[in-house]
């Protein structure tokens, strides 16, 4: 006979807690969209809403850590050497270069997560996305959009979290980025987060959407 699965295992626990019952496609997930668009917001209500379903995928970095930044947990912090080797040995999906320091998504981090019976949820930016899609790696691509660029440009201001030279270097950006979210095939589903309850909606029935 064989062994249960951890997925099989992990279902019938969510059934008997009265838990919902855990998404039938276990792919990673991929969300993409310009900043301020609302991403975090977004599976950060998946999180809260659905806990112990899903993680969000820890980025390697070589920039220092910041007050409160837990290696292993918020990135994990290498030196450039160590995240120069792993780039060599095709260890990451994606990896960008931001001002002076190198990120990247870690082949090893998604496998070790997503064997814990979770689902891999990736925040990546444009680049990282044509990236990862270059590599043929299986996932389901969703890329959130705004209502319109005002409406990005009112969120980017009211976070209150970005000087005007970075808001709008954003918004150029995100124009790049809408353009090429139009193209056919590129992700397997666009949500508009125009209200927020809505787009949540959404997502959900994107992620717990039955095995294509
Ligand atoms: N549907 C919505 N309606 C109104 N405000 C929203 C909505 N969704 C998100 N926001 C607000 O927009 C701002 C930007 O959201 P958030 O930080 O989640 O964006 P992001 O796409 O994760 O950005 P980044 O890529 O820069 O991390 C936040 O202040 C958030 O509260």
Do not use: C, W
Not at 135 to 153: D, K
């Amino acid at each position: 006979m064989r062994s249960p699965t951890t997925t099989t295992l992990l279902r019938a626990l969510h059934t008997a807690v009265k838990m919902p019952a855990l998404p039938p496609q276990r792919k990673p997930i991929v969300i993409s969209g310009p900043s301020g668009v609302g991403k975090g917001t977004l599976y950060n209500l998946l999180f809260e809403r659905n806990p112990d379903t899903f993680v969000l995928s820890v980025s390697h970095t070589t920039r220092g850590p910041r007050p409160g930044e837990q290696d292993g947990e918020h990135y994990h912090f290498v030196t450039k050497d160590a995240f120069l080797a792993l780039k060599e040995q095709g260890g990451f999906v994606e990896s960008a270069q931001f001002g002076d320091n190198l990120y990247g998504t870690s082949k090893q981090t998604i496998e070790e997560q997503g064997a814990k019976g979770k689902i891999v949820v990736l925040d990546i930016e444009m680049e990282g996305v044509k990236q990862i899609k270059a590599t043929g790696f299986p996932a389901r691509y969703v890329f959130i959009a705004p209502p319109s660029e005002e409406v990005l440009e009112k969120r980017l201001r009211g976070r209150g979290t970005d000087k005007e030279e970075s808001i709008l270097k954003r918004l150029a950006q995100a124009k790049l980025e809408l353009e090429f979210a139009k193209t056919p095939g590129v992700h397997d589903k666009i949500i508009v987060n125009n209200d927020l309850e809505e787009a949540y909606k959404e997502l959900v029935d994107f992620v717990y959407a039955p095995e294509a």
